[in-house]
């Protein structure tokens, strides 16, 4: 009996785990109606941001740490093929959020939005 019941539960705890919806990134940006900083990277450079309600500024710009990158199954490092690419929302009080599209090479305003996670979305498609 114990077992049995023991049993159901666990089941009942996975079941309600897989059909959770996910909590964080749901339109995949980072919040920075607060402030916030963001680092991208592209294959030799990073970059630290901070965006706030006043946009977003480049702070600076330091050379990759090549040591941080795993080793691929032949025992060779290997660099990401992709630049990163971070989107930052500022979201002011009755307002629609402010989107950027951060990189290495520069910080995009994508303008003002009332649903960020189409707006990310679709620039994730066009990037690829």
Known sequence: ????????????VVAAAALAPAPVRADDSHDCTEGC?????????CATWRCDDQ???LLNTFYRNFDDITPNRAGKRSAPLAPDVAHARVCPAGKPCEVYEL???GAL???SFDNV??????????RR
């Open 1 to 12: 009996m114990k077992f049995g019941l023991g049993l159901l539960l666990t089941g009942l």
């Open 37 to 45: 900083y963001i680092i991208t990277c592209n294959k030799e450079v």
């Open 55 to 57: 946009g977003c500024r």
């Open 103 to 105: 990189s290495v090479e």
């Open 109 to 111: 305003h994508l303008g």
């Open 117 to 126: 996670g189409d707006v990310v979305k679709d620039r994730r498609a066009q």
